[in-house]
């Protein structure tokens, strides 16, 4: 199929769905089983987001230090997405929907 190219901008926003889905789920206050779910389902996205992100490196016009750098740097964000325990991934996310109450109920000094 000589004609496809691959849009990776897909893996990035499938992440955005499923980290919208596990705030939703935590906001909901949904049992432990869906927000688990939807915690792993964010890691997943984002391990695929990433390896797409490694497989668009380009080696050709850049030194081999720059791009060694580059592909250990996601190699490592890989590596911990994968052993971020789930319980870690819905703690990260907790305090995201919480600082987001914040600011919505901050109040605003209009007169």
């Known amino acids: 199929m000589s004609n496809y190219v691959p ?3 897909k893996k990035r926003s499938h992440l955005t769905e499923r980290e919208s889905d596990l705030l ?3 906001d909901r206050g949904e049992n432990a089983g869906k927000v688990n779910q939807a915690a ?3 890691r997943l996205a984002k ?3 990433l390896k797409a ?3 668009q490196v380009v080696v050709s016009n850049q030194s081999h230090a720059i791009v ?3 592909l250990d740097k996601l190699d490592r964000e890989i590596h911990d997405a994968n052993s971020m325990p ?3 991934i819905v703690s990260k996310y907790r305090r995201k929907l ?3 109450d914040r600011t919505k109920n901050k109040p605003t000094n209009s007169q």
């Open 7 to 9: 849009w990776y901008g």
């Open 40 to 42: 792993e389902e964010v």
């Open 47 to 49: 391990i695929r987001m």
């Open 24 to 26: 939703r789920s935590l």
């Open 53 to 55: 992100e490694r497989s």
């Open 68 to 70: 060694t750098a580059r």
């Open 86 to 88: 789930v319980g870690a």
């Open 98 to 100: 919480s600082q987001a």
